[in-house]
């Protein structure tokens, strides 16, 4: 399984971007996904996860109600969703996999990361 994180960029304060999660090599739906961040200095930080059949998510406190994550199995992608993006947000962001057959937990497989930056 490889994983290929894209959608990141420089947005304004308030504005949105979705990352998109791109797994090659393996059938995604096998996977339970999470993303990740992490900012300059900082150690990385759980965001959110998804299991295999997307019907089960999960959200760290801080991005509750701005960050959504989906899946479309289907495409073999995951999808983080990020509305009223605040500077604070700015990271590198990373999706991880869980082993196959898993669910949210553990995370064994990570892509290299994209660059959100949140400025004005």
């Known amino acids: 399984l490889l994983l290929d994180e894209s959608g990141g960029g420089l947005v304004q304060p308030g504005g949105s971007l979705r990352l998109t999660c791109t797994a090659s090599?393996?059938?995604?739906?096998?996977?339970?996904i999470a993303w990740f961040r992490q900012a300059p200095g900082k150690e990385r930080e759980g965001i959110s996860c998804?299991?295999?059949?997307?019907?089960?998510?999960y959200y760290t406190d801080s991005q509750k109600g701005r960050f959504t994550i989906s899946r479309d199995n289907s495409k073999n992608v995951v999808y983080l969703q990020m509305d009223s993006l605040k500077p604070e947000d700015t990271a590198v962001y990373y999706c991880?996999?869980?082993?196959?057959?898993?669910?949210?937990?553990?995370?064994?497989?990570w892509g290299l990361g994209t660059q959100v930056t949140v400025s004005s």
């Open positions: 991880a996999a869980a082993p196959a057959s898993w669910e949210c937990g553990q995370f064994d497989t």
């Open positions: 090599g393996s059938t995604l739906a096998y996977y339970a």
């Open positions: 998804i299991s295999r059949q997307g019907g089960i998510t």
